[in-house]
């Protein structure tokens, strides 16, 4: 399933230098979080019509994470990471597979939720949310790494608000959002009510230039410090300006606006990490740069 999610945010926000680990790498060199997490994902279509992704897009998410440092000091890390679902979960009689932890396929991806034999690691999605929630119950999830047991607390839902995006300079039309060539774009978070309600908040903004698979834009802030992690601000929201000379006609573009409800945020491995429960709700708006 497609990732837009915390841990990608997070990721970027490290400076991890590409430093070389004998394969007897401990844990504690070279990881920096350790995260469980559960999301949902919308589609905004007009300035007010924010809906759930159909089925078919596996909409409902979850993901267990373990991130920093290099790929290669990931992959040394032994004996091998394991992940433990709580009792009440029914993902191995729903499956008929054992959960497991392996490395995400791209280089910047870290350990990520499958299962045993999976080929590739990229989490796990749900058409429907009574399937995650029999799958990942509230409960406490414990990924064993370097020798430590740690237990993530995952509470029951508590999802923020989906995102309802502000966008300037165009108009909306066909489902998505419309701006003429030589038009700069105001793009407008929308307001993260509960950003301060729990352990942390978190908001992050990213805008991607389909054609070119690059990003444009990515920024994140969250509402407390995170060791390692990205800055703290007290905005709600977060706004920028795109200017028009970075847009090419009839390309495509999709912005997406994460919102993050942090339900816990504690030091593990001697400190030298951070574990963080997450819930979460992301919007996606495609753009089209065409006259009108």
């Not at 999605?125 to 406490?140: I, N, Q, V, W």
């Not at 729990?198 to 969250?222: D, R």
Request: proline share 7%.
């Amino acid at each position: 399933m497609k990732t837009k999610n915390l841990y990608r945010f997070v990721a970027t926000s490290l400076a991890s230098a590409c430093l070389l680990f004998s394969s007897r790498a401990m844990a504690s060199d070279t990881v920096r979080f350790v995260i469980v997490t559960k999301g949902i994902e919308y589609r905004q279509t007009s300035a007010t019509t924010v809906s759930r992704l159909p089925s078919r897009r596996l909409p409902y998410s979850f993901e267990a994470i373990i991130e920093g440092g290099s790929r290669q000091a990931l992959a040394a890390i032994k004996p091998r990471p394991t992940i433990q679902l709580p009792a009440g979960s029914g993902f191995t009689s729903m499956y008929k597979e054992r959960p497991a932890l392996g490395l995400g396929e791209d280089a910047g991806d870290g350990w990520m939720f499958g299962y045993e034999g999976k080929k590739v690691f990229d989490n796990w999605g749900t058409r429907t949310k009574s399937e995650l929630d029999s799958a990942f119950p509230p409960g406490s999830y414990v990924i064993l790494l370097s020798g430590e047991n740690i237990a993530l607390p995952l509470p029951k839902d508590t999802y923020p608000s989906a995102p309802v995006i502000r966008l300037e300079g165009g108009r909306w039309s066909k489902g998505g959002y419309r701006i003429k060539p030589g038009k700069n774009l105001r793009i407008h978070s929308g307001v993260h009510a509960t950003f301060n309600s729990h352990a942390n908040g978190i908001i992050g903004v990213e805008l991607e230039n389909e054609a070119l698979g690059s990003t444009m834009l990515e920024h994140i802030h969250v509402a407390k410090p995170i060791p390692g992690g990205p800055e703290r601000s007290g905005e709600k929201s977060f706004s920028a300006v795109i200017k028009a000379s970075r847009f090419s006609a009839s390309k495509r573009y999709t912005l997406s606006v994460t919102f993050g409800s942090i339900t816990s945020q504690f030091p593990v491995l001697a400190g030298t990490a951070t574990a963080l429960v997450t819930y979460e709700t992301w919007t996606e708006v495609p753009i089209v740069v065409e006259p009108f």
